[in-house]
């Protein structure tokens, strides 16, 4: 017989914990009681580290996995919290990717049913888990572009210099947010190019306004070259972890990195590719940097039926205006300025 329980659904618990409203509680971490309990207490709505919709099912501390594991969505854990004096162990689940939230909604709910008819909370997960198994290892997203892999991989290496300078460095991070530049502070802006390919010089610019300095300002291209390698230091998400630690408003900033395209640093597609830093170059962008502006052009406009400019520039022909470590080290700190 099910057993359905009256409590609010995981997806409203979820909107309401991301919102700030968990229950006045001396446990560990923000979450909300269902109305559903096993033996070890009550089942509750949580988020992980970075927003993350996340249930926690008690259970006793003298249980083992079984064969409990965690799928390439779902990560499955045993956690420990004090609360009111006493340790408490739960099976945790989190679900790693934005786009099976609500396929893990429904695996909640039926957990809940389980435990509502009868079953302990480590065999309620276990089989719900099994059942579902197939609908949670599909991969909802589209696969992500090697392009755009390296591409946020560079801005948040640059990110964590800038963040090791001051916790308040990210919100030179303006791409995201929609400023044509990638990181901005004051009128100073800087352009981060990414290639995967040693002693390529060569970068693609998109549109006549990408290296054009902020009005009465300057602008900065930074050329970093990656290679790919297997348990590669710099990934997505060792990057997306350590700048989210560092930041005094994590928050904020997975919210950025989301507006990046990628919802979760952990997301598996994000992660297919990790790197090694091969080298880094910046350049200040001003006269004479081989570029397509506007100001450069008859009428300062494009030609009449022209539009959706993309090109290419070789690097190797703006040598006299790369910066030395020196000036890139001042520059950086600039920028991590708040």
Known sequence: MSHKHDTMSALDAWALLRAGKSEASDLQAPTLRTDISTPAGPVRYSLGNYSEARILVPVPSTVSSGTLASTRFLKVTFSNYLHAGRSLCFVDLTCLSRNLELVFGEVVEEILTRIAGGMNGLEAAATTISDFRDLLERNQSSTVAQTAIVGLVGELYYLNRLLAHSPCGWKAWRGPAGDRHDFRIGNSSLEVKTTSQAGNTVITIHGTDQLLPPSGGSLHLLHLTLEAVAGGLLSVSSLGQSAL?????????????????????????????????????????????????????????????????????????????RLDEQAAASLEKEFASC
């Open 245 to 321: 630690a560092k930041a005094d408003d994590p928050a904020a900033l997975a919210k950025l990195i989301g507006s990046a395209g990628c919802s979760n640093v952990d997301d598996p597609a994000w992660n297919a590719m990790a790197y090694h830093l091969e080298s880094e170059n910046l350049y200040k962008v001003s006269d004479g940097f081989p570029r397509i502006v506007l100001n450069t052009m008859a009428n300062g406009s494009l030609p009449a039926g022209v539009s959706d400019v993309v090109y290419k520039v070789d690097l190797s022909c703006a040598q006299e205006h």
